[in-house]
């Protein structure tokens, strides 16, 4: 499948080389270990494998065939034909990294957007190419943090309200430094920022907050962000873009360096991957960014150009002396995020933004008005998501919301023991006030014995 | 022709792609917290169509030519894959619905699973590593995690070949494990001495990449191994180049520990410019218990009348997450989709229709281009890009004048121990007809360097740009588009 | 290639120079034809700290390229040279004079017995 070879080409192309069969050229191979039966199965036609593979999706219900309110770091947004459409041409998705200018200025280009983009909606000076996710763009603030003060500050301070998996990713990647200490997302310390704020010390190397918080609030930080500042910390925030269409930008508030999940913008949810983490800094952290960078340049003739530029800090040079290991960037998945925003253009993209947000709000506003339910945090502003409370155990609520076609939303007490009977939902654009209404007709005939 | 960036082409007033307005009563967001300004550009959706299309003209990729990177596998990426994982049982799917609803997904990275631990001969597989440098991250805190697990927290060594790929000694870095570059022998192997003398109670471990990045399978593999072994540590396998050995060789079969596989590389998923990429990692029984958490597993056996259920379990001594949710699912099902259609004969068919036009390629050339390590190879070799009698050309110059013969380069200035090594790899979805006129030019690049030596100083002529101003980039860096902000 | 006659080498292409105690810590004219066009240094120290030979002092970065400067004297980092982090060329025009990377109040001068003297250091780098 897939090879042209046809049997004189063998023959013709053995002959060259110099041996009677292809089997002679894996000689090298230790005789006991070559040739091993595997146990797969019979191949199949294109024909064949479609028809497999549709099998396979089928048994998977989907954000089309429910109503969904999931969130938690996952967005289900329309995503424009035109992203999709230009993704699938193959001089942008079969090229490979471009570390040939002259023939990349396409995919160049691209990334330089893109990094110009995310500049734009975060408030900073500098992106790179991207992170593989959220998550690892979270892990990749605090080997950042912990570098720039030459491992001399051993504290990070996250944020019990910053997603659980970024926290679990983050104490992955940090589990072999033995001297960092990664604090502040305990039980105790809780969710009030304040708590937060009292543990910033001469020894923080980093406070990472998320904005809007894991739970959707929109939280002020100026008091943190000053606090930290003070004590020569570094604040890395981990924002939702969709967010951004509305609310004041990251640089604009003193953080110092702005990460996230790009998968809002245009991406499928595609049961968790591929997806992108972008990642942004202020100029003074310039030299200390991970990953890749595509700069402006011109070639010998004078013409305007792009390349790979600051190379020398990466892995393939570096080596173990190179502060991350990452030789890749989400290419594709930053295409779709920089044609995502460019058809929707800042008026669509500030649609978008409202659309969730007000959605969100009636949403929240008509589930507090039933009988049972409360809606958590009723003092503090939110986005697009919020916690409800509920008065049975949230397993039965979420299975009857199914039993109705619903994905109800995602259940809290597993990463949050103080959120007992709890569940957050998340509103997007695509949600109608139709759908809300039979949300609420649905969850109005709980039976609450 | 120069294109204008998106923001040069922005307009203020102009509307691409627009949503309804809202059917529920509006209110207002507290002021204290609303943005100034969106500087996003302002464009018409078929303005920005005609721009990206315009930009994907500038790209060199698989589509349109020979692409033959070593190191990389550029393969074709079967069109399949992209109507498969789209589906929308797929690719509308959230990774937190009930897993009674993602039962698809589960199956399909239950079997992915097992065919790659098949495939390469191990007993378990995570799917969760976003790319082959994550992979070796996963892999080599795995090693970690296993020696701190049985007190032996001396073992801090991680022994590199010279020949490695730079992420090797990167990742080992990260976890504070110590780089100790291990030599290669003259025929290109694994040097034993060295291995042996570097061998004691402080090793954590070897990492290996086989074939190596010369294109050469180590002809001691089974002896490098034992020696490790003997000595307590364990061994890593960068399967980077698993293209050679497709039905052909497992390594586990000859007691590698822990293996990534870069499924955009030997499984045909597309490189997508720079990413993503998609690499899960392989391990012996021994090291299941410190896999990712979480990974797929049948949570319910089922019988007769029901199905199994698959869902997530936990492996107990895990080294933890390594990203948000479970791996690039999409590229998962890309691979699913090609391993699938070649089943055992196909992989095999793969593997030797690569390494028979690396053979086929390597001996056409190397009466031209110095061979360094001349033995049979592997689905990639390494070639000298520099002649004593014209000095001044170098491997750089050849690649650039490749691509005024629409190829794209061979990789060069690596492995480093070649020097101005260019490091070819066809690949086996390449006709005899291509490698010919590669061959061809190759040759005739040769020539030109000694009758016409500026033409290759000077190249590429037809590219979108010529050769571009690195140190200015660096220099004045512009890293940020400012067009249009005040 | 300039080897200045007055001064100490290590293999790994660092010079040194002591004056009254204080050691001058640079690269040399190889190293920095070596890299080609530097374009960043990044110290690995700040004023004050206590540092020992063979600690890693400084990565220069060149377009294509990176290298580790590592202290060939121990001792007392009493100066960085702003000029070479805000003018990274200054290390090409200049490696002997304008573009030194620190001052070290040196602990033990008897490390200089182990360095290589002018003509061992020119030597060394005709051989490679």
């Not at chain 1, 919020?386 to 008065?391: G, I, P």
């Not at chain 2, 082959?132 to 022994?159: C, F, N, P, S, V």
């Amino acid at each position: 499948m897939f090879t042209p070879h046809t049997k004189n080409d063998v023959e013709v192309m053995l002959k060259s080389i110099g041996a009677e069969k292809i089997e002679d050229l894996f000689k090298v191979i230790p005789e006991q270990f070559r040739y091993p039966d595997l146990s797969l199965a019979p191949r199949l036609t294109e024909m064949e494998a479609v028809a497999e593979l549709e099998n396979i999706a089928s048994a998977n219900g989907t954000t089309k065939d429910f109503l969904s309110f999931l969130g938690a770091g996952a967005y289900d947004h329309y995503i424009p034909a035109a992203v999709d459409n230009l993704l699938q041409r193959g001089e942008f998705y079969t090229a490979y990294t471009p570390y040939q200018p002259e023939i990349s200025q396409g995919t160049l280009q691209a990334i330089f957007e893109f990094q110009s983009l995310i500049c734009r909606l975060t408030g900073m000076d500098v992106s790179n190419a991207s992170h593989y996710d959220g998550a690892t763009a979270a892990a990749e603030a605090v080997i950042l943090a912990t570098g720039h003060f030459r491992n001399k500050r051993k504290k990070v301070l996250l944020s019990r309200a910053l997603n659980p998996q970024y926290r679990q990713t983050i104490r992955t990647y940090m589990q072999t430094d033995e001297t960092l200490q990664i604090l502040g997302d305990d039980a105790e310390t809780g969710t009030n920022i304040k708590n937060l704020i009292a543990q910033i010390d001469n020894d923080t190397a980093l406070v990472m907050v998320q904005y809007p918080d894991f739970f959707g609030r929109i939280i002020d930080y100026k008091e943190l962000i000053e606090t930290a500042h003070a004590h020569g910390a570094l604040v890395a925030m981990a924002v939702n873009p969709t967010a951004l269409g509305l609310l004041t930008p990251p640089g604009d508030l003193g953080a110092d360096i702005a990460l996230g999940e790009g998968q809002p913008l245009g991406i499928p949810l595609s049961f968790g991957g591929p997806w992108l983490g972008f990642f942004a800094v202020k100029n003074a952290l310039l030299r200390k960014i991970a990953g890749r960078l595509v700069g402006e340049t011109t070639d010998v003739e004078g013409k305007l150009a792009y390349v790979l530029t600051l190379t020398a800090r990466e892995q393939h040079i570096r080596r173990e002396k190179a502060s991350s290991n990452i030789c890749s960037n989400q290419g594709l998945m930053t295409l779709a995020a920089t044609i995502y925003l460019s058809v929707l253009g800042k008026h669509g993209f500030k649609q978008v933004s409202n659309l969730c947000y007000q959605k969100a709000h009636y949403a929240a506003e008509q589930i507090a008005s039933i009988d049972g339910f409360e809606v958590m945090f009723p003092e503090t502003p939110f986005f697009h998501e919020f916690v409800v409370k509920c008065e049975q155990p949230v397993d039965e609520l979420l299975e009857h919301l199914l039993e109705h076609d619903i994905f109800g939303g995602y259940k809290l007490e597993n990463d949050y023991p103080e959120l007992q009977n709890c569940f957050m939902l998340a509103v997007t654009e695509k949600i109608s006030r139709e759908d809300i209404d039979y949300l609420c007709d649905v969850l109005g005939e709980v039976d609450h014995d | 022709m120069t294109e204008p960036t998106i923001f040069d082409l922005s307009v203020p007033g102009r509307k691409g792609v627009t949503f309804p307005e809202p059917d529920v009563p509006e209110i207002a967001l507290p002021e204290a917290f609303l943005r100034e300004d969106l500087p996003i550009p302002e464009m018409s959706e078929m303005d920005a169509v005609r721009h990206f299309s315009s930009l994907s003209q500038k790209n060199y990729a698989i589509d349109l030519g020979f692409y033959p990177l070593g190191s990389c596998t550029m393969k074709y990426n079967p069109k399949v894959n992209e109507v498969t994982s789209r589906l929308p049982g797929f690719a509308s799917v959230h990774p937190l619905q009930p897993i009674e609803s993602v039962q698809g997904s589960l199956y399909l990275m239950y079997e992915l699973q097992n065919m790659l631990a098949e495939i390469a001969g191990f007993a378990g597989v995570t799917l969760m590593p976003a790319a082959g440098a994550q992979g070796e991250l996963t892999g080599t805190l795995i090693i970690k995690k296993y020696h701190a697990d049985r007190g032996d927290h001396q073992r801090t060594r991680m022994l590199i070949p010279d020949s490695a790929h730079g992420t090797n000694p990167a990742s080992s870095a990260m976890l504070g494990l110590d780089i100790v570059p291990l030599p290669s022998d003259e025929r290109g192997n694994v040097n034993l001495d060295a291995l042996r003398e570097l061998c004691d109670d402080r090793l954590a471990g070897l990492m290996l990449t086989n074939p190596n990045t010369l294109g050469l399978f180590d002809e001691n593999v089974v002896e490098v191994i034992k020696i490790v072994h003997e000595a307590g540590g364990l061994v890593y396998g960068d399967g980077a180049n698993m293209n050679a050995l497709l039905g052909v060789f497992r390594p586990g079969d000859v007691g590698i520990d822990v293996l990534h596989f870069n499924l955009h590389k030997t499984f045909s998923t597309p490189h997508g410019g720079g990413g993503p990429g998609s690499g899960p990692v392989a391990v012996q029984k021994h090291l299941l218990p410190f896999l990712p958490d979480p990974v797929v597993g049948i949570i319910n056996e089922g019988d007769d009348d029901e199905a199994p259920l698959y869902g997530f379990i936990h492996p107990e001594k895990s080294i933890g997450r390594v990203k948000t949710f479970y791996g690039h699912f999409g590229v998962l099902v890309r691979a699913y989709t090609y391993i699938s259609m070649l089943g055992q004969e196909g992989l095999r068919d793969a593997a030797e229709k690569a390494v028979l036009n690396a053979n086929y390629l390597q001996e056409k050339l190397k009466g031209t281009y110095t061979l360094p390590y001349d033995r049979v190879c592997m689905h990639e070799f390494v070639l000298e890009g520099r002649w004593k009698d014209v000095p001044d050309i170098h491997a750089l110059d050849i690649a650039k004048r490749l691509m005024d013969y629409k190829f794209h380069p061979p990789t060069n200035y690596f492995p480093l121990i070649v020097p101005e090594a260019l490091m070819i790899e066809p690949t086996e979805t390449e006709n005899k007809e291509t490698l010919d006129r590669f061959v061809d030019v190759m040759l005739k690049i040769a020539e030109e360097a000694r009758t016409n030596p500026q033409l290759l100083k000077d190249a590429p002529h037809n590219t979108p740009i010529r050769r571009a101003d690195e140190l200015k980039a660096a220099r004045d860096l512009m890293l940020c588009c400012s067009s249009g902000l005040e | 290639m300039l080897v200045p006659q007055e001064i100490k080498y290590q293999k790994t292409d660092e010079w040194v120079k002591i004056v009254n105690g204080v050691a001058t810590i640079g690269i040399t004219d190889y190293a920095q034809d070596a890299l080609s066009d530097v374009v960043f240094v990044e110290f690995a120290i700040d004023p004050d700290d206590e540092v020992s030979a063979g600690d890693s002092l400084a990565t220069i970065e060149s377009v294509k390229a990176a290298a580790e400067v590592v202290f060939p004297v121990s001792g007392k980092v009493l100066e960085v040279n702003q000029t070479v982090i805000d003018t990274p060329e200054t290390l090409n025009s200049s490696p002997y004079e304008e573009g030194w990377l620190v001052k070290v109040q040196v602990a033990d001068e008897s490390e200089m017995d182990s360095l290589l003297d002018a003509a061992a250091y020119d030597a060394y780098c005709k051989e490679r």
